[in-house]
Nanobody
Framework: VQLQASGGGLVQAGGSLRLSCASS????????MGWFRQAPGKEHEFVAA????????NYAASVKGRFTISRDNAKNTVWLQMNDLKPDDTAVYHC???????????????WGQGTLVTVSS
């Protein structure tokens, strides 16, 4: 499966962005989907995950209550709605697809290219 992330940009603190991740192929619905991010000089970090059906989600503590992950299997797309953005949210965001639901990067075998989110103070 090929993944294409988009929607990043520059936003002021307190603002919102919506990231999209479009998948090619007809097998999107069999994959658990996740978003991860990596800030300059920091470790790769789990952000959010959503199950195949969309009925189950998981969030990192740092984004819970501010970010929402969703998907539409008919559109082969997963989104990450990011509200109340903070400078610490500045990072390259990657979407990923895998078989096992969870927050471990090792669960995801397919990765899209990143989209840069920059939050100014």
């Amino acid at each position: 499966v090929q993944l294409q992330a988009s929607g990043g940009g520059l936003v002021q603190a307190g603002g919102s962005l919506r990231l999209s991740c479009a998948s090619s192929g007809r097998t999107f619905s069999i994959y658990q989907m996740g978003w991860f991010r990596q800030a300059p000089g920091k470790e790769h970090e789990f952000v959010a995950a959503i199950s195949r059906s969309g009925g189950r989600t998981n969030y990192a503590a740092s984004v819970k209550g501010r970010f929402t992950i969703s998907r539409d299997n008919a559109k082969n797309t997963v989104w990450l709605q990011m509200n109340d953005l903070k400078p610490d949210d500045t990072a390259v965001y990657h979407c990923a697809a895998g078989i096992t639901f969870g927050s471990e990067a090792a669960y995801y075998g397919y990765w899209g290219q990143g989209t840069l989110v920059t939050v100014s103070s």
